[in-house]
């Protein structure tokens, strides 16, 4: 009876601890490769947007600010040489 008790509860023992060390293990490494794909991407997007908004407003500054003064200067040579030459 022993024998059989000794049996059966050691083999219930290493089940239970073969169970809990696979749901431990395979738990652990869900929660890292999901935290992990998560602050990637999260990075990734962050620092894409935010290089892609900096590029664009500082093309639109330096294009609107390039036209405005080529517009301002060339209107402005334009009425000089108009009031010299009257």
Known sequence: ???CL???LSGWLAG???G???GWLAGWLAGWL???L???LAGWLAGWLAGWLAGWLAGWLAGWLAGWL???LAGWLA???AGCLI
């Open 70 to 72: 080529a517009g301002w």
């Open 34 to 36: 999901a935290g992990w």
């Open 6 to 8: 000794s049996f059966c």
């Open 38 to 40: 998560a602050g990637w």
């Open 20 to 22: 809990w060390l696979a």
């Open 1 to 3: 009876m022993s024998v």
């Open 79 to 81: 009425g000089w040489l």
């Open 16 to 18: 239970w601890l073969a």
